[in-house]
């Protein structure tokens, strides 16, 4: 869930007082898009407090702060109709086993073929 405007100021105050870094207009104006649009308030607050205390001398960019609400992996997955994978077309349907029984022949004959040219 991103996070509310509130809770990206408070992402920001609390990067800008631990950190000591001055937002502009422009700067804070970023920071609050970005952190409302993905962010995940406990996540990123989380993250910002132990950033805070690991040690690390320089001050942290907005993307080593933010934590998004959601990975980049969950948006790529798609609930997919397993019987549209290659796996199961392959086990239960005989015209698609045979026509790719075929090319992996074919492509065998074909590595068969390179290596005895080298």
């Known amino acids: 869930m991103a996070m509310t405007k509130r809770e990206a100021l408070e992402v920001i105050q ?8 001055d937002f502009d207009k422009n700067k804070g104006t970023a920071w ?23 040690g690390n001398k320089f001050r942290p960019s907005l993307s080593e702060i933010i934590i ?24 239960h349907d005989e015209n698609y086993a ?10 065998n004959r074909l590595v068969s073929e390179v290596q005895d040219d080298e």
Do not use: C, P, Q, W
Request: charged share 40%.
């Open 14 to 21: 609390f990067v800008r007082d631990v950190f000591n870094i």
């Open 32 to 54: 609050l898009d970005l952190l409302t649009e993905r962010g995940d308030y406990e996540k990123t607050m989380r993250n910002a407090k132990n950033r805070a205390s690991d």
């Open 68 to 91: 998004t609400s959601s990975n980049v992996s969950d948006a790529v997955v798609k609930d997919v109709d397993e019987t549209e994978t290659h796996a199961y077309k392959k086990r």
């Open 98 to 107: 045979k026509v790719m029984s075929d090319m992996e022949k074919l492509r």
